[in-house]
């Protein structure tokens, strides 16, 4: 099992966790969710549930990783395999994502 946090605008917005069976698991931290000023990290995340379950990594995480020549760069500089999106999205979303999301892996 690997966890990271999701942060929105660097505030801690929820928990990404991806269990041993391979499936992934998001959950709003309890404040955050329930804060009616506080946003959704995604469209596809919407607050309306606090805890999502998928049999992949949700899109939205998906779609902050790098594609093309660039994932190939990123997964060799971080000595990972190229279809482990979630350690290339602890490697990568820390410091270097586009928008709020950000992401650090725990454990």
């Known amino acids: 099992m690997r966890q ?3 942060y929105y605008n660097k505030e801690e917005a929820g928990l990404l966790t991806e269990l041993d069976d391979g ?11 329930a804060n009616p000023h506080k946003p959704m990290i995604s469209l596809t995340l919407p607050k309306s549930r606090q805890e999502y379950h998928s049999s ?12 093309g020549a660039n994932l190939s760069l ?3 500089n971080f000595k990972l395999d190229k ?6 999205l602890c490697a ?10 950000t992401v650090e892996q725990i454990s």
């Open 4 to 6: 990271a946090i999701v």
């Open 23 to 33: 499936s992934y698991v998001f959950r709003y931290h309890d404040v955050y969710f």
């Open 56 to 67: 992949h990594l949700f899109p939205f995480f998906v779609n902050l990783l790098a594609e």
């Open 74 to 76: 990123q997964s060799k």
């Open 83 to 88: 279809r482990d999106y979630f350690g290339l």
């Open 92 to 101: 990568t979303a820390r410091h270097d994502a586009i928008g709020p999301v």
